[in-house]
């Protein structure tokens, strides 16, 4: 399996935080006890669990190493590698197939039902090839190679595009936008999550371990977080995503406890803004109610105090979503949670939960629903569970283990009594018909219409599933979606797309190599329309158009044959599509190399409305994102667009209601990719502080009795000096000591990131006692105390040059933020009147300063970014291909009825149905009739 | 495999002898109607229901206040947007009403989790799970002879979220309507008996449930026609509201439909946008009001309007308001004692330019319930408010 080498990288540098906050969640000696907690479930004797590496700890690792065949046994805790977890891994599945040999169930061979149980329930669908290579083999051992797929965190397809970027978006500066500037940023995430949630589908598709897959499915439905209740923090919640990944196989206590650390899950919940003077009680009730004990395991007294204990739990939108703890907002007052008493914060309170005897029986319970039944409970056998799940400390490896290897999970009274949940039906039919249908791309359209649009689950308890996966309304979708899988033709074989990219990009590859420069010009050119349909009767249909000139008259040069726009959604018959989540596609033209153009048209000939009820019954509509040639990109959205009704969406261009036409004329060149500071040089370069944009942060008045009084700045991608910031927030100072004041400047490592001086702060720098954050301070006006002293001195020489830079811009920072709607919307103007003698005082003083002296011909420069974030978008679209594989293998050799005909020929409603067909013979061998069958809807 | 077999295996197994559709319209025909009208983005009451009188009004909403001309009075000191205009007959005749100050505790602010508190009837410690009216209504006496629990005509399911219950979108209804020529006949399809497998048993039963209200519901809707000439010059929403007229003209026995107009989210440029927004409003309503006169179910109808919250009452620089709390709403019917009914937020006490809300929105749920669907028990009847007495003359 391909492991994804630069998203790895992107965790490693740009979210080093997010690898941090995962691993701070482990205490101290956690490491020691998770070996030896392991080593007990794997039948050895690591002496007491108690964290401590002793002799008998020592000797059991070995013991285990020769068992399991390692070349030697660590010594210390740093021996722990991968290949020692894996072992342990192995050894605990070996001894369980040991022990499991008492109990017969697990003896028993399997049969290819009993393959298609166990894989459709423990991964999505199951591929006759799945099947084949459990049969033969025993229960416990096929147990054994399903366990063997539940790592999530290396993924068959290259995660989104968007997530490996070198910046991640400004969030924590959108608020300064005005409206068509939010929009375009909320547009953009929009797309963003669009991206996200395709990828996941197609590694579902593709991907050899389902198994983790399920896992991740059911964590996405137990800590619900939705897209659209995170104020389109795309970033945060795929982050959510990777930490279901990555631990969502490992310790529910270490899962829960991130989740609490989680930015999307304590945005969601309404946690990030919890303060002591008003806790908010959501977050607290729903992690007893819905995370970790269930309703009526807990009193509302305790939901009181647990809020109180997570107050101050928030998250920093500026540092790429890490966990931040903000102690001002902290109540550290003593709480009563259950029979415990004391200061509890947020990892304590997980703790305390997980000791309730609730705790085990309730996450097991939601194991039942998704592995054993939906319908069918037992709770001896639940209870049951439960003690070998608390007693290996809520390892979930061991509590899958027991869930799959019990009896009631094999009982044939247990079959067939799951509702398949949308993936199961749509993802898991083409996983087990080895089909990709044509119209693959409509894929999370089709699973939001019949209730499962994932990211966006309907409110925080999630998907109900069962009886609610087929309400009147879905039932009938669903059987028309059945319908459209099991008569599928194939997608057929995309043209290479590796191809066109790189002759619509041409340009950027001709920058990096020189030798693609002198490459013959192509005859015919392409043009590529990014483009999403919404069919009615028909789907819509579009032609291109060149203009040029003629005799100084606008001219034609060139138009495309009509377009038919496949793979929409048929509006009819599924209903509308949510904007955020069209069905994107793109078509290729061939344009012949001679013609010359100025403008480009695009036009809708065939609207098509309304079915009963107006556009909700049906209507036919086409929506166009960008079209590209030649190196160059033609935004729809800066386009114009024009129609002979009104003013039928002339106001977004790209989104066609109407039949109408859209001219572009303006472009982003691809090349246009460079940092505009690389066009100054010399002295002017270091000097000159070079920013995106200059946002009022927040000030207090300044009140002369305070010794304290703040204003700040915040500053999108400052450079200056060489050194280079994604963001940084520059606070003015106020401050009063015995003989009167100071002005400085200070820059708080909470607020820069990746880091305020391009590298850690000096190691004088101040350290907030609360919460461990580090500040430096520079002086302008007062006398400079000894530790900022040796803070100025401990700077590299371009770090002072920045401050300089920094110090120098105050003036022009102040003229550039009143710009902004934070300016308007904070009430800076109030704040700025108390200020003002000291802006003054500051502009005087500075050129007398020894920042001038460094950073004399500065100044500030915004330059306001070129939209190279709509040319990657585009790269991306055009990277974007349909999943090559089906359930690990070659998409060409994946259909079923090869496959089929090495298991027996009988068995096709074995290997299909979860029980026999009700409306046809067990022996039919129309796999239509089968999937039309009532019982298709169970697994 | 065509659309016939396809009912034939979705109704696998089931007899099911189905009520005479002129028998199911006659012993619901006295039924009652609730008509849901969602204003999408969070409406700004304040220039919806104009405090005209109070001098605070002016000194909190100095350019986009509503002026005296562009208003019109309706009593108390208060005074409706000009362009509500449409409902003046519905005022006049005693069929509107307005409650004031309709909000709940612990205010969210999000668009997307405020909705879905007025959804499942939360508030800001506790969101809901299923929709605020679908179990009670789903248990009503005689809930089983009805086509169908409700109708969406707006696409958004999210107030119907309920694992039971037969809630529809208009896309079903199509889909009804496109596939119900084959119904009739198939109801006679042999029995194979139930299953003992309780997941079995569900989904036949569902399919039982769909296969019924497909087959009461396709031949009314068929007599539709998507070229009605019924319409109300009024944008999405008059689409919707003429719809929802036809399908009651129609003999569809659902007792809720949800109309919804988006827009409200009026940061910048209020004074045109929530105009023409207000416009649509009046005129959808006040054509709903006339074509149900006209067919004579005006009497079995209350409309309500709901929003995930109100506007700041203090306005914003660009010339639009901010995510508030409280706003009134309004409740139409022939049923409807109309008037001003709660008590207005005090324009004095504003906690930062918000307004504090003076009824909680659940007791309108509960009213709706108890004494309109004559559910007394319901979910929400600890937020029963006597401030509404006689507000619905049942």
Redesign the interface.
């Known amino acids: 399996m391909a492991t994804v080498g630069r998203f790895k990288a992107l965790l490693a540098a740009t979210a080093a935080v997010f690898l941090l906050s995962i691993t701070a969640v482990f205490a101290q000696d956690s490491k020691v006890t998770r070996i030896q907690r392991a080593l007990v479930v794997s039948g050895y004797d690591p002496g007491p669990v108690d964290g401590y590496w002793g002799n008998r700890t020592s000797s059991a690792l070995a013991q285990m190493a020769g068992d399991m065949g390692l070349a030697s046994a660590p010594k210390s805790k740093a021996g722990i590698t991968s290949e020692v977890i894996t072992a342990l891994d192995n050894a605990y599945q070996t001894h369980l197939e040991q022990q499991e040999r008492d109990r017969r169930h697990l003896q028993e061979v399997m049969t290819v039902a009993d393959a298609r149980h166990l894989l459709e329930r423990s991964g999505v669908g199951a591929h006759p090839s799945e099947i084949l290579k459990l049969l033969g083999l025993n229960r416990s051992a096929a147990v054994t190679s399903i366990m063997e797929g539940l790592d999530g965190s290396d993924t068959s397809i290259a995660p989104p595009a968007f997530l490996t970027a070198p910046r991640i978006p400004e969030y924590w500066i959108r608020w300064d936008y005005e ?1 068509d500037g939010r929009q375009r940023f909320r547009v953009a995430r929009d797309k963003e999550m669009g991206e996200l949630r395709n990828w996941w589908i197609k590694e579902m598709i593709a991907t050899p371990s389902p198994q983790a897959e399920r896992l991740i499915l059911l964590w996405h439905n137990h800590f619900v977080t ?1 897209y ?2 995170v ?1 389109e923090e795309v970033h945060a919640v795929a982050r959510q995503h990777w930490t279901f990944r990555e631990l969502g196989h490992t310790n529910f206590r270490d899962l829960t406890r991130a989740l609490v650390r989680d930015a999307a899950m304590l945005n969601y919940l ?1 946690n990030d803004r919890s303060r002591k003077e008003q806790p ?3 977050f607290a ?1 729903e992690l007893m109610e819905l995370f970790v004990l269930g309703e009526g395991n807990y009193s509302e007294e305790t939901v009181k105090e647990v809020a109180r204990a997570l107050t101050g739990y928030s998250y920093n939108k500026m540092r790429n979503f890490e966990f931040e703890f903000k102690p001002w907002h902290h109540d550290k007052g003593i709480k009563n949670v259950f029979d415990k008493r004391g200061r509890f914060d947020g990892d304590e309170i997980v703790d305390i939960l997980l000791a309730q005897p609730a705790a085990a029986e309730f996450i097991v319970d939601r194991f039942w629903n998704v592995y054993v ?4 409970k037992d709770p001896e056998e639940i209870k049951r569970i439960a003690d070998v799940f608390r007693s290996s400390d809520f390892d979930i490896k061991v509590l899958l283990r027991a869930i799959l290897a019990s009896k009631a999970f094999w009982a044939d009274d247990n079959r ?4 398949k949940s949308p993936i199961d039906l749509l993802v898991g039919s083409i996983r087990s018909t080895g089909v990709l249908p044509a119209w693959w791309a409509s894929l999370p359209n089709r699973l939001a ?1 019949i209730g499962q649009n994932l990211f966006e689950a ?4 999630g998907w ?1 599933g ?3 996966w ?4 879905r ?3 669903r ?2 979606m059945v ?1 459209d899988i ?2 599928a033709e194939p997608r057929r074989e995309e043209k290479d797309n590796n191809m066109m990219l790189s002759e619509v990009a041409a340009p950027v590859v001709a920058m990096s190599n020189i030798q693609m420069m002198s490459a013959p010009q192509p005859k015919v050119r392409k043009v590529s329309v990014r483009y999403a349909a919404e069919d009615f009767e028909g789907s819509p249909k579009f032609n291109i158009t060149t203009m040029g000139q003629k005799d100084g008259m606008p001219w034609m040069q060139w138009r495309s044959e009509l377009f038919e726009a496949e793979g929409g959604i048929d ?6 599509v949510e904007n955020n989540d069209l069905p994107w596609r793109i078509a290729t033209f061939e344009m012949p190399a001679g013609v010359t153009y100025n403008k480009l048209i695009l036009e809708f000939v065939n609207d098509h409305c ?9 209507d036919r509509n086409l929506f166009v994102d960008w079209v590209a040639l030649e190196g160059r990109l033609y935004l729809a959205s800066d386009g114009k667009q024009t129609n002979n009704y009104g003013n039928c969406g002339t106001a977004r261009p790209g989104k066609m209601y109407c039949s109408s036409k859209l001219v572009l004329t303006e472009f982003q060149s691809f090349k246009s990719g460079e940092r505009a500071i690389t066009e100054a040089s010399g002295d002017t370069l270091d000097a000159t502080l070079v920013a995106e944009r200059v946002a009022f942060k927040w000030a207090e008045k300044l009140d002369p009795n305070d010794h304290w009084n703040s204003f700040t700045f915040a500053l999108l991608n400052p450079s200056a000096a060489g050194i280079s910031i994604d963001g940084i927030q520059v606070r003015i100072v106020r401050n009063r000591y015995d003989n009167g004041w100071r002005t400085l400047l200070q820059l708080e490592d909470r607020s820069c990131f990746p880091s305020c001086l391009g590298g850690p702060l000096p190691r004088s720098a101040y350290t907030n006692k609360n919460n461990g954050d580090r500040n430096v301070s520079f002086i302008l006006l007062g006398p400079e105390w000894r530790d900022e002293k040796s803070q100025w001195n401990q700077l590299t020489d371009a770090q002072r040059k920045f401050v300089s830079a920094l110090w120098m811009s105050v003036p022009e920072m102040l003229a550039e933020a009143v710009k902004g ?1 934070n300016w ?2 904070r009430d800076a103007k109030n704040m700025l009147k108390s200020w003002l003698p000291i802006f003054d005082e500051i502009e005087k003083s500075l050129p007398k300063s020894r920042y001038a002296k460094l950073a004399a011909k500065g100044g500030l420069r915004v330059i306001e970014r070129e939209e190279g974030e709509a040319v990657m978008s585009m790269m991306a679209a055009l990277s974007n291909t349909s999943p090559q594989q089906i359930a690990g293998i070659d998409r060409q050799e994946a259909r079923w009825p090869s496959w089929q005909d090495r298991l027996q020929p009988q068995s096709l409603s074995q290997t299909f149905l979860a ?1 026999a067909p ?2 046809f013979a067990s022996t039919t061998q129309n796999l ?1 009739e089968l999937m ?4 298709f ?2 697994k | 495999m065509n659309r016939r077999s396809l009912i034939n295996t979705l109704i696998a197994g089931l007899a099911i002898p189905l009520a005479p559709a002129s028998l199911a319209l006659a012993a619901r025909s006295s039924g009652r109607r609730l008509i849901l009208v969602e204003l999408s983005g969070a409406n700004d009451g304040l220039n919806t229901v104009v405090p005209i009188a109070d001098e605070r009004y002016r000194e909190i909403r100095p350019t986009i206040g509503m002026g005296t001309n562009e208003v019109f009075n309706i009593g108390n000191g208060l005074a409706l947007h000009n362009a509500l205009t449409p409902l003046a007959d519905a005022w006049q005749a005693g069929d509107l009403s307005i409650i004031q100050g309709l909000g709940y505790p612990g205010q969210n602010r999000s668009h997307f989790k405020s909705i879905a508190l007025w959804e499942t009837g939360g508030d800001g410690s506790k969101a809901g799970k299923t929709g605020w009216l679908t179990q009670d209504v789903e248990n009503m006496i005689g809930a089983e002879d009805l086509d169908a629990h409700g109708v969406s005509l707006d696409g958004g399911m999210g107030i119907f979220a309920s694992p039971s219950g037969v809630w529809l979108s208009m896309t079903s209804l199509n889909q009804f309507r496109s596939l119900g020529e084959t119904t009739e006949r198939l109801a006679s399809t042999s029995i194979n008996g139930k299953s003992t497998n309780p997941a079995l048993a569900m989904v036949l039963d569902r399919g039982q449930s769909l296969n019924t209200a497909m087959s009461r519901i396709s031949k009314k809707i068929a007599r539709i026609r998507s070229n009605s000439r019924l319409r109300f010059d009024a944008g999405d929403l008059g689409r919707q509201a003429a719809m929802a007229a036809q399908l009651i003209d129609a003999g569809i026995d659902a007792p809720v439909l949800k109309i919804k107009i988006d827009g409200f989210d009026t940061h910048e440029n209020q004074t045109w946008r929530h105009r023409d927004l207000l416009q649509n409003l009046g005129r959808a309503l006040a054509g709903l009001r006339n074509a149900l006169l006209d067919s004579g179910h005006w009497e079995n109808t209350l409309i309500m309007t709901y929003s995930e919250f109100g506007r700041r009452a203090v306005e914003n620089e660009s010339g639009g308001t901010d995510h508030g709390t409280a706003a009134p709403h309004f409740m139409m019917g022939g049923a409807v004692s109309g008037g001003i009914w709660g008590i207005h937020p005090d324009l004095g006490a504003l906690n930062e330019g918000d307004m504090a809300y003076t009824l909680d929105y659940r007791s309108v749920y509960d009213l709706v319930l108890a004494e309109w669907f004559g559910l007394p028990k319901n979910r929400f009847k600890g937020f029963s408010n006597s401030i509404m007495n006689g507000i619905l003359t049942t």
């Open positions: 409206e939705a659209s209740g104020q309404d908010n009680e959501n009730r039944s939906d319908f069918n067939a009594t799951i509702v219409s309907p409110n925080v308890a109900p069962g009886a609610d087929v309400t009147a309304s039932l009938l979708i059987r028309e319908m099991a008569s509006t009819a018959r599924f209903g509308r309304c079915g009963l009820g107006g556009s909700d019954g049906g709607r308007r919307e029980a009700i409306t239509m039309l069958d009532p019982v809807n169970l």
